[in-house]
């Protein structure tokens, strides 16, 4: 397949097998893989260490350094950035740069074109699903913004951008190694958070296959309310989801993160608070709330300041472990649930 030969996408072994193909020494496998990855080469040109002969031969092959190109960055009024990126077969997908106070970016990150899971309050799910993205195009995203904003470090990768991660557990899988890898970004595991919708096997493949933090989008408290506006619990119940979770291996000092946007008078009642910290009551946990943001055609409307902050009252009034998630960038349709990659 086309999107194979970006060899961004590919871990040292098979850089190093690719190289010994082309009749060339393993090790200049292991040299690509670290222009590409340390040095964010930005296409097979610019990894002039390598022998022209062998750059040109991967080039006759198909092989090309990244799966993604910047198409577009918007910034925020307040400083958000949004890049869309386009892939080789003309998608775009967006990734947001969100501004920590130490001048630092949280990154969010996109596992696929569209979302197949129709959640009602996420203007993702009304595109549809396209495809999943590749290994090579995930970690692209991270690359191309450190390349574009060499000032600025990205110290957190969240996967809460376009798509659900884990109903493409293969590919989010092997970028999260990617990026975790020693010669590579050396990202530290507590510093990329996995969030999703609650594919109940794929929180279970998750905590095998990788180490990272577990995000789960909860948003409602009883299975009644949460499948009516998360379809995608009339496939995994909730009680099979806490089920998962309560086993999901956690280390020491770690906690489940579960999101939960607040949506005027359908889910944030004091009766909501007390449902969600019951459900919540033996897990190590902690909640972030994040208030709705609102977009083209959405039935709910945004709540005031006031509603969630007694909301969060309610919560540690139980000592619950809770936070409020200012979603940043609504102006250029960048905060929760506003991903939609339509050109600009
Ligand atoms: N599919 C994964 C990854 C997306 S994360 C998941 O569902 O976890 C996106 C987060 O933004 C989710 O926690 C979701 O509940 C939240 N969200 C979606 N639409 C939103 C909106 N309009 N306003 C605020 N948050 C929203």
Redesign the pocket.
Known sequence: MEQSKHLSGMLPEELEALALRLGEKPYRGRQLFEQIHARLAGSLDDVTVLPGAFRKRLADEGFSAHGLSISQVLESTDTTIKMGLSTVDGLVVESVLIPMETGAFTQCMS?QAG?A?A?E????GTLGWTRNLTAAEIVDQHLLALARFPDRPVKNLV???????LLNVDEVVKAIRLLQHEKARSLSPRRITV???GIVPGIRRLGQEVDCQL???L?APTQELRAELMPVSRRYPLDELMAALKEFPLLPRRRITF?Y?LLPGVNDSPAHARDLVRLLSHIRCKVNL??????PG?RFGRPSDESVDRFLELLSAKQMMATIRR?RGADILA????LAGKKG
């Open positions: 596992s979302c899971l959640c309050f996420c203007m993702t996967f809460m951008g376009m798509g659900e991660p969030s999703t919708a995000a789960v989008s948003n999101e946007v994040i208030p709705f943001n609102p977009f959405s979603s905060a929760c649930g506003q």
